[in-house]
């Protein structure tokens, strides 16, 4: 063999010939036939196409928006590779997902083309149809909708699946969202993730709530309450790790030893849902012991303002003050000034908050005959039932751990606290999260470096929203605006069967869904598909052939991420604003989301309110006061394909000033309103106190409905997959291939489960059957279930028909781990 016969520039052919060759002799020891081959065919060696490489993000909702190298050869990507940024590798990683992305594109399960449905709903009988047919047809049907019933009755459900700005549901300034503005239709709701921050934003006001991840390293002690960084937020979990290596504690409070908790110093196994009750455990174990910071109470929360015996704020009028300043309120309106009355211990004299030099925190004596408490009165009051012992009970933690928590809270430096979504999925998710972030206020943890509520860099958020709902057309147009915003649950439950909201009539006759796969991702999918079998016409944008593009009457195929350019925006833990390239042609017919929100808003005659270049309309989504103060367009970004934020402070709150109207941490609400409307009967005196706790619907162990139905599911969210995106992913399934339920080994053997074994968990909504596997990291009677499968990938049933589709009576959140069941082998 000469030198010239190994020579590595081989041509293609000669090589699967080669290839063949060895296959048909068998020959498998050792020797080479390709290279020999290679010499007799004579052929001019080809050129290995050169690799471009081209910047990328996931932008899938695990929040991350990781950057990305995508490698394109010959037309085609062939790697993903982490993209790395000049000014520092603290973001710079990505995970299986974003290096499998090439299997994404490639996938069997692509929409190729637009297609109609032609069989049963859900039974994924389609006919290919062309995009003008596709286009005509929704234009058609949803001109008549409009005539007859009015733009409301077309709703759109703007979904999490792609972040990014031109093309995104979710994104609110998304050509999408221009598009449903533009014909006033109505909007649905996801309502997912709402009660953890809506008890921030309760309680502290307007965020940045985060102290940016570079302060983690000042913590002493970081507690994660509630969430699987690991699994969940993979930029961050190297700002835990580090602390902890720098010699910080780290803490863990879970249901469940997971990844993190096998991190962690000390892990805290506590009840599903009964986190609230655990703070409240804390809380009261500190008045016990004076622990209390008061200082921080009385200058950076609202402890000291006065409760009348009505339950209202006393305030300078009841004083015979009447107001003479004024200001404007959150709708624009100029209101008078009525300011909270607050007991001055210095002076020993009622005096409005701003005057006061040392308010008092209880003991206030009549003011002018009105008998009042302090916020802080109220709150000792409402923790005094939960003794070491109560809590203990309720929460499965010990007295001793509870009183250990207590104290590495108030004497032992600072502490982070990290809330994820652990709390939120469950009915009392709100009322647990506003226990956690009054034990934070008790303790006095926060506005200031190493303490806080957790760490992260929430920075260039939406864009500026309002300028893209109200950019005119060409002609000078405004969008009339969204048609009417609709709850979930209610559009689900109430306005689609009775075709009435709140008893006028209200019909829906078109769902439009773009980047979300609701069938799989709502509560309750027995609903969802009920639902999808009562609304007339549904079109469905997505990329892939899931559980909700099967029930579609007209199928858009969407293409994929690398196939067009756009830019990513929202992010929670990194900071950075991408510029997505073009890496590749759509495959097959697919089309840019934003190519196709354009054409239906051409042929629905709203093409003059899209006359703007991709570019001019990327400028107005960055032309938030932050993104005009620092000159920062889309040529700017696409300078680097990257350009880091700073527009958040480095600690939040620092000095303990809040987003509140009086600047301090809030405790009270004399007057809450539900965050949503859908008639319901409310309880207010529950919404009033942030130390008000109940149990959560399902997952209370007390509940008689847990004699029936044993076990709460956790429906966790998976490593492999961002919700059910990646489900078409071969590699992935190496690693979670199909579902599975989490057991203790007790509870395991009651059941007479063995490892593997076939199991059905039930209740009166729906059951799934999934293979068992037994985990003595798993408490008794909670069980957890990998949440993200198709339905197709269930042996039987769906792991969502099993969850409840109702709402707290204040808060509009899905309670997707707030779910009871039993368990029986199979
Ligand atoms: N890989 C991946 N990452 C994701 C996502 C994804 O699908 N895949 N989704 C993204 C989205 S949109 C979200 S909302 C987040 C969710 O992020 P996380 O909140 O971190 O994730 P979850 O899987 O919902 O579970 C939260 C953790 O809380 C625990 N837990 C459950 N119930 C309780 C409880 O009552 N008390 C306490 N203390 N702990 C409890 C669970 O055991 C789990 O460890 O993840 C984001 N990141
Ligand atoms: N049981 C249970 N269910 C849950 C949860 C849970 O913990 N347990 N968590 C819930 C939470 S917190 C969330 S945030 C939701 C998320 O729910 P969804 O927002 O519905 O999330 P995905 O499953 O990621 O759906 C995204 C869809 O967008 C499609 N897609 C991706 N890229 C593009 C694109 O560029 N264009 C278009 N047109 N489509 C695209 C994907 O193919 C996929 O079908 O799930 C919720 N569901
Ligand atoms: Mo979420």
Same mark, same amino acid.
């Given at each position: 063999?000469?030198?010239?016969?190994?020579?590595?520039?081989?041509?293609?052919?000669?090589?699967?010939?080669?290839?063949?060759?060895?296959?048909?002799?068998?020959?498998?020891?050792?020797?080479?036939?390709?290279?020999?081959?290679?010499?007799?065919?004579?052929?001019?060696?080809?050129?290995?196409?050169?690799?471009?490489?081209?910047?990328?993000?996931?932008?899938?909702?695990?929040?991350?928006?990781?950057?990305?190298?995508?490698?394109?050869?010959?037309?085609?990507?062939?790697?993903?590779?982490?993209?790395?940024?000049?000014?520092?590798?603290?973001?710079?990683?990505?995970? =299986?997902?974003?290096?499998?992305?090439?299997?994404?594109?490639?996938?069997?399960?692509? *929409?190729?083309?637009?297609?109609?449905?032609?069989?049963?709903?859900?039974?994924?009988?389609?006919?290919?149809?062309?995009?003008?047919?596709?286009?005509?047809?929704?234009?058609?049907?949803?001109?008549?909708?409009?005539?007859?019933?009015?733009?409301?009755?077309?709703?759109?459900?703007?979904?999490?699946? &792609?972040?990014?700005?031109?093309?995104?549901?979710? =994104?609110?300034?998304?050509?999408?969202?221009?598009?449903?503005?533009?014909?006033?239709?109505?909007?649905?709701?996801?309502?997912?993730?709402?009660?953890?921050?809506?008890?921030?934003?309760?309680?502290?006001?307007?965020?940045?709530?985060?102290?940016?991840?570079?302060?983690?390293?000042?913590?002493?002690?970081?507690?994660?309450?509630?969430?699987?960084?690991? %699994?969940?937020?993979?930029?961050?979990?190297?700002?835990? !790790?580090?602390?902890?290596?720098?010699?910080?504690?780290? %803490?863990?409070?879970?249901?469940?030893?997971?990844?993190?908790?096998?991190?962690?110093?000390?892990?805290?196994?506590? @009840?599903?849902?009964?986190?609230?009750?655990l703070a409240l455990?804390a809380i009261?174990?500190i008045?016990?012991?004076?622990?209390?910071?008061?200082?921080?109470?009385?200058?950076?929360?609202?402890?000291?303002?006065?409760?009348?015996?009505?339950?209202?704020?006393?305030?300078?009028?009841?004083?015979?003050?009447?107001?003479?300043?004024?200001?404007?309120?959150?709708?624009? +309106?100029?209101?008078?000034?009525?300011?909270?009355?607050?007991?001055?211990?210095?002076?020993?004299?009622?005096?409005? *908050?701003?005057?006061?030099?040392?308010?008092? *925190?209880?003991?206030?004596?009549?003011?002018?005959?009105?008998?009042?408490?302090?916020?802080?009165? !109220?709150?000792?009051?409402?923790?005094?039932?939960?003794?070491?012992?109560?809590?203990?009970?309720?929460?499965?933690?010990?007295?001793?751990?509870?009183? @250990?928590l207590a104290?590495?809270y108030?004497?032992?430096?600072?502490?982070?606290t990290?809330?994820?979504?652990?709390?939120?999925?469950?009915?009392?998710?709100?009322?647990?999260? +506003?226990c956690v972030n009054s034990l934070l206020l008790v303790s006095?943890q926060?506005?200031?470096?190493?303490?806080?509520?957790?760490?992260?860099?929430? $920075?260039?958020?939406?864009? &500026?929203?309002?300028? /893209?709902?109200?950019? =005119?057309?060409?002609?000078?147009?405004?969008?009339?605006?969204?048609?009417?915003?609709?709850?979930?649950?209610?559009? /689900?439950?109430?306005?689609?069967?009775?075709?009435?909201?709140?008893?006028?009539?209200? #019909?829906? +006759?078109?769902?439009?869904?773009?980047?979300?796969?609701?069938?799989? $991702?709502?509560?309750?999918?027995?609903?969802? !598909?009920?639902?999808?079998?009562?609304?007339?016409?549904?079109?469905?944008?997505?990329?892939?052939?899931?559980?909700?593009?099967?029930?579609?009457?007209?199928?858009?195929?969407?293409?994929?991420?690398?196939?067009?350019?756009?830019?990513?925006?929202?992010?929670?833990? &990194?900071?950075?604003?991408?510029?997505?390239?073009?890496?590749?042609?759509?495959?097959?017919?697919?089309?840019?989301?934003?190519?196709?929100?354009?054409?239906?808003?051409?042929?629905?005659?709203?093409?003059?309110?899209?006359?703007?270049?991709?570019?001019?309309?990327?400028?107005?989504?960055?032309?938030?006061?932050?993104?005009?103060?620092?000159?920062?367009?889309?040529?700017?970004?696409?300078?680097?394909?990257?350009?880091?934020?700073?527009?958040? #402070?480095?600690?939040?709150?620092?000095?303990?000033?809040?987003?509140?109207?009086?600047?301090?941490?809030?405790?009270?609400?004399?007057?809450?309103?539900?965050?949503?409307?859908?008639?319901?009967?409310?309880?207010?005196?529950?919404? +009033?106190?942030?130390v008000?706790?109940?149990?959560?619907?399902?997952?209370?162990?007390?509940?008689?409905?847990?004699?029936?139905?044993?076990?709460?599911? /956790?429906?966790? @969210?998976?490593?492999?997959?961002? @919700?059910?995106?990646?489900?078409?992913?071969?590699?992935?399934?190496?690693?979670?291939?199909? #579902?599975?339920?989490?057991?203790? #080994?007790?509870?395991?053997?009651?059941?007479?489960?063995?490892?593997?074994?076939?199991?059905?968990?039930?209740?009166?909504?729906?059951?799934?059957?999934?293979?068992?596997?037994?985990?003595?990291?798993?408490?008794?009677?909670?069980?957890?279930?990998?949440?993200?499968?198709?339905?197709?990938?269930?042996?039987?049933?769906?792991?969502?028909?099993?969850?409840? &589709?109702?709402?707290?009576?204040?808060?509009?959140?899905?309670?997707?781990?707030?779910?009871?069941?039993?368990?029986?082998?199979?």
């Open positions: 063999m000469t030198q010239a016969k190994t020579e590595p520039k081989f041509s293609r052919r000669s090589f699967i010939k080669g290839a063949a060759a060895l296959t048909a002799t068998g020959a498998l020891a050792g020797c080479s036939p390709a290279a020999e081959t290679l010499a007799e065919t004579g052929e001019a060696p080809v050129e290995v196409p050169e690799t471009k490489i081209f910047a990328g993000a996931c932008r899938a909702q695990c929040g991350q928006g990781c950057y990305l190298n995508v490698h394109v050869r010959d037309g085609r990507v062939v790697r993903t590779t982490a993209g790395h940024f000049d000014d520092g590798s603290e973001f710079d990683r990505i995970c =299986p997902k974003g290096l499998s992305q090439p299997a994404r594109v490639y996938s069997a399960e692509r *929409l190729q083309y637009p297609m109609r449905r032609v069989g049963e709903r859900g039974k994924g009988e389609f006919e290919r149809i062309t995009w003008d047919e596709a286009i005509a047809e929704i234009a058609e049907k949803w001109k008549g909708y409009t005539a007859e019933f009015g733009p409301t009755s077309i709703a759109f459900f703007l979904g999490s699946g &792609n972040t990014a700005t031109l093309g995104g549901g979710a =994104p609110e300034g998304s050509l999408m969202a221009r598009l449903l503005n533009v014909m006033g239709a109505s909007r649905v709701l996801p309502d997912r993730d709402i009660a953890t921050p809506m008890a921030w934003a309760y309680m502290f006001g307007a965020g940045p709530y985060a102290n940016r991840c570079s302060d983690s390293i000042n913590a002493k002690h970081h507690v994660i309450w509630g969430g699987d960084i690991a %699994v969940s937020d993979k930029q961050r979990a190297h700002f835990f !790790l580090e602390a902890r290596d720098a010699g910080a504690e780290l %803490v863990v409070i879970d249901i469940a030893y997971r990844t993190m908790a096998s991190k962690a110093d000390w892990f805290i196994p506590v @009840h599903p849902a009964t986190d609230g009750a455990g009261h174990e008045f016990e012991q004076g622990w209390e910071a008061t200082d921080f109470l009385r200058d950076h929360t609202e402890a000291s303002l006065l409760i009348k015996e009505d339950g209202a704020f006393l305030r300078m009028s009841d004083l015979g003050v009447e107001p003479t300043e004024t200001t404007t309120n959150a709708q624009g +309106k100029e209101v008078p000034v009525d300011p909270y009355v607050v007991w001055d211990e210095e002076t020993s004299s009622a005096v409005p *908050l701003a005057q006061a030099k040392k308010p008092a *925190l209880g003991g206030v004596p009549a003011i002018e005959g009105i008998a009042v408490r302090t916020e802080m009165e !109220l709150i000792r009051e409402a923790v005094e039932p939960w003794t070491l012992e109560r809590t203990s009970e309720v929460t499965g933690v010990s007295a001793e751990d509870i009183k @250990h104290h590495l108030t004497q032992e430096g600072d502490v982070q990290d809330m994820k979504f652990g709390l939120n999925h469950y009915n009392n998710g709100m009322y647990s999260s +506003k006095g926060m506005g200031r470096s190493g303490s806080g509520l957790f760490t992260g860099e929430p $920075n260039f958020g939406e864009g &500026n929203v309002q300028a /893209c709902i109200t950019m =005119p057309s060409a002609s000078g147009e405004v969008p009339q605006g969204v048609g009417a915003i609709l709850n979930w649950t209610d559009f /689900c439950n109430n306005i689609v069967p009775t075709g009435k909201k709140l008893g006028e009539d209200f #019909p829906i +006759k078109s769902f439009y869904a773009s980047c979300t796969n609701v069938v799989s $991702n709502q509560t309750d999918q027995n609903k969802t !598909l009920a639902l999808m079998n009562q609304i007339e016409f549904i079109v469905i944008q997505d990329m892939t052939m899931n559980d909700t593009a099967l029930y579609a009457d007209i199928l858009l195929p969407a293409c994929h991420w690398f196939e067009t350019a756009d830019l990513r925006v929202r992010y929670y833990t &990194n900071p950075y604003l991408l510029w997505n390239e073009k890496a590749v042609e759509p495959l097959y017919e697919s089309k840019p989301d934003a190519e196709i929100y354009r054409m239906i808003a051409e042929a629905m005659g709203y093409g003059d309110f899209f006359q703007f270049t991709d570019d001019e309309y990327l400028n107005v989504v960055l032309s938030t006061p932050y993104g005009k103060e620092n000159g920062i367009t889309i040529d700017k970004i696409r300078e680097k394909n990257y350009l880091r934020c700073a527009n958040d #402070p480095t600690i939040a709150f620092e000095g303990g000033i809040f987003g509140t109207a009086t600047g301090r941490a809030m405790f009270y609400r004399e007057a809450p309103m539900p965050d949503y409307n859908m008639g319901q009967e409310m309880d207010l005196e529950k919404e +009033k106190l942030a008000f706790w109940e149990p959560a619907r399902e997952a209370d162990l007390a509940n008689p409905l847990r004699e029936k139905f044993p076990f709460t599911i /956790c429906c966790e @969210h998976m490593r492999t997959r961002a @919700h059910t995106q990646w489900y078409d992913v071969g590699y992935l399934k190496e690693f979670e291939a199909q #579902p599975v339920c989490r057991i203790n #080994p007790e509870d395991a053997a009651e059941l007479g489960i063995a490892e593997g074994d076939t199991i059905r968990l039930y209740n009166d909504r729906g059951s799934v059957t999934m293979l068992a596997t037994i985990n003595p990291g798993q408490q008794r009677k909670a069980v957890h279930c990998p949440r993200s499968f198709l339905t197709r990938e269930h042996i039987d049933g769906d792991l969502a028909r099993t969850t409840f &589709n109702d709402y707290n009576q204040a808060c509009r959140n899905q309670s997707y781990f707030d779910c009871a069941v039993a368990i029986e082998k199979l």
